[in-house]
């Protein structure tokens, strides 16, 4: 039995520059880290006492013979992918999906850790996270970036950048009293259900210069809030200050990336003491982040009274297997 453990991701700066069609043309950067929130995936191989060959557990359950009768994509064509066979999988998680926080991506970067574990193999961050993007964007077919998968495999407080040659994880340099402060300033809550990230890129599409230009805006502001970072002479509350001026240009990108409701939860947050902040994902829903310095959370958490508030801590492991027991197993095609 193989037991993973893969975080969430919230993404600062930068989002929607790791699109493919996109950096390959002007180079992008996002600033993001993973934090204290997990998705959970196991496997083992399926004793040979059923009528079924896999049994699959997450939204729904699965009991199936074939690939081809897998419902689930991201299941199907990783077992394809990975030759997997007979086995019983089981996806947990301490948040739920299509909530803007890689949810998805998290789990296809699980899934691959514990079926290279299963198999006896060694999967590197890079590698786990390079067939994930394979996974999701190439076999699945998924309109997305591929900054969730490489945040889900590496962990950590990180400056991605994407060129055509691929991309660079670079961890960015941050005292330890700065980081603690910044994890401190910065309060989540969650406004409901979007729509599936894949649905909300679609309709946000580049098909503009307009859009291209306030692209290019976005990814300037990797740069400035990095400084603010890793300069000690920077007060980081303008970093709060650069969240609220980067999703003023996020919010005219496409007409999917939030509604009224959103916009009016946001504006009572920001009249409430929020320096900034922005949505988290694509867009549409999900959760809301707020950078709040603490004389003034008190008030931001009682204008946002309604919705539910996520404590949570700076992670910096990425996907991890936390439980291995190797099993024999010789598949059926194999046996005498």
């Not at 013979?65 to 992918?81: F, G, L, V």
């Not at 307009?210 to 300037?220: G, P, Y």
């Not at 549409?284 to 801590?313: I, T």
Request: include cysteine.
């Amino acid at each position: 039995m193989i037991i993973t453990k893969t975080p969430f991701r919230m993404s600062f700066f930068g989002g929607g520059t790791d699109m493919q069609d996109y950096f390959q043309q002007y180079g992008g950067s996002v600033l993001s880290t993973t934090f204290d929130k997990y998705c959970y995936v196991t496997v083992r191989h399926l004793p040979r006492f059923f009528e079924y060959k896999t049994h699959l557990t997450y939204s729904q359950m699965e009991y199936v013979n074939t690939y081809d009768e897998i419902q689930h994509p991201a299941i199907r064509n990783a077992m394809k992918m990975l030759d997997m066979h007979e086995i019983r999988l089981t996806y947990e998680s301490d948040l739920p999906a299509r909530s803007g926080l890689g949810t998805s991506s998290s789990f296809a970067v699980g899934m691959l850790n514990a079926f290279y574990a299963l198999k006896g193999k060694y999967a590197d961050k890079k590698k786990l996270a390079d067939q994930a993007i394979y996974l999701e964007r190439v076999l699945c077919n998924e309109t997305g970036g591929w900054q969730d998968q490489i945040a889900a495999s590496f962990g950590g407080f990180n400056r991605i950048n994407f060129n055509a040659e691929g991309y660079e994880v670079l961890p960015v340099i941050i005292s330890p009293e700065k980081k603690a402060q910044l994890n401190k300033n910065l309060m989540l809550f969650f406004t409901g259900f979007s729509r599936f990230s894949a649905d909300i890129q679609k309709a946000n599409k580049l098909d503009n210069g307009s859009q291209l230009s306030k692209l290019r805006e976005i990814h300037e502001f990797v740069d400035i809030a990095e400084k603010v970072l890793t300069d000690k002479e920077s007060s980081l509350d303008e970093f709060g200050r650069l969240l609220n001026e980067s999703w003023k240009i996020k919010r005219k990108i496409g007409s999917a990336v939030t509604t009224d409701s959103i916009d009016a939860i946001y504006e009572k947050g920001i009249k409430a003491g929020a320096l900034g902040g922005k949505l988290l994902g694509a867009g549409g829903g999900g959760f809301l982040l707020f950078y709040v310095q603490q004389e003034q959370q008190s008030s931001v958490r009682a204008a946002m009274k309604d919705l539910l508030n996520v404590p949570f801590e700076f992670e910096n492991e990425g996907t991890r297997v936390i439980y291995y027991s190797p099993e024999s197993y010789e598949s059926v095609e194999n046996m005498s």
